[in-house]
């Protein structure tokens, strides 16, 4: 049934960039129905200008139905955390129960605190790390790999709001990074993903896993601090031409919500 929904409507992929001064300022990311593109493309725009872009990109494809890959999306679990050195002691607890070894854990941490772009600034995408030997494998390390193409079936997204809502996670950015990593998960060859926001107001972040989930770490970072970024982690010696084929350019739907956990972990 939900196969059927998919293939009977076109989807398009609209992406949003606005920036001021070469600066990335914010950006945004669906994959929805004919029907909503209109819609989503001006709330895109409305968002844009809270952030007074010098410039500001919306760029609209057509997908091919065909081509779109479903799955779900990742089980939310809080993690009760009240500083930056706890929260980060449990993502590094995290990523090496994921299978990432402790030594690249620890320095991909130390990465995006420092500013994992060559000139020491934020990625525009994530890191790409060998989760044995650490070795960055993505071929642009300013660039990073960006997962994109990627949201939830249309008739799930007021659910899934209104779960988030219910444990006051209704951010748009808990929403977009769940999504996220639901396609991050799925993708051939990666066994974890760790992010956190470049945005100083924002200190949140999480580790995700196919066995655990999402865990959302509400202290990564101390208020004010600029960095953030991601890093995904693939097996080693992985074909990784397919893993960065899948996140770039395959469309992904997620067509089943997951639990969606309270503070004390539930
Ligand atoms: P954000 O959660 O949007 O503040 O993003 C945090 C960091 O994740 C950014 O600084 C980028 O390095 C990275 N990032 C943002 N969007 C993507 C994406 N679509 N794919 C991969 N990495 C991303």
């Not at 950006?27 to 200008?49: D, I, S, Y």
């Not at 010696?237 to 996140?247: H, K, M, P, V, Y």
């Amino acid at each position: 049934m939900i196969i059927f929904a998919v293939m009977e409507s076109r989807y398009y992929s609209i992406r949003m960039h606005a920036g001021r001064d070469g600066n990335h300022l914010s950006g945004a990311e669906r994959l929805v129905p004919q029907e909503e593109v209109e819609t989503v493309a001006m709330a895109m725009l409305q968002r844009a200008g809270e952030y007074d872009p010098s410039s500001l990109k919306i760029s609209v494809d057509e997908v091919d139905s065909d081509d779109i890959v479903s799955g779900a999306l990742p089980n939310l679990t809080q993690v009760p955390v009240s500083d930056v050195r706890t929260g980060r002691e449990k993502a590094i607890q995290a990523l090496l129960a994921a299978g990432v070894t402790a030594d690249v854990a620890v320095s991909a941490i130390e990465t995006i605190a420092k500013g994992a772009s060559p000139d020491g600034g934020n990625m525009r995408g994530a890191m790409l790390i060998d989760a044995g030997t650490g070795a960055r494998l993505e071929p642009d390390q300013a660039r990073g790999i960006r997962a994109t193409r990627m949201d939830i079936l249309p008739e799930l997204f007021p659910r899934l709001e209104q779960e988030l809502e219910k444990k006051d996670l209704a951010h748009h950015r808990t929403r977009e990074a769940l999504i996220l990593a639901a396609k991050v998960l799925a993708a051939p060859g990666i066994i974890a993903e760790l992010c956190w926001s470049d945005d100083p107001q924002y200190t949140a972040g999480y580790v995700a896993a196919p066995g655990f989930g999402y865990l959302r770490i509400p202290h990564m970072k101390e208020v004010g601090d600029p960095h953030g970024g991601r890093a995904f982690f693939c097996m080693p010696g992985f074909n990784l031409e397919s893993s960065i084929r899948f996140l770039e350019e395959t469309p992904f739907l997620a067509d089943r919500i997951g639990l969606i956990g309270d503070k004390s972990g539930g």
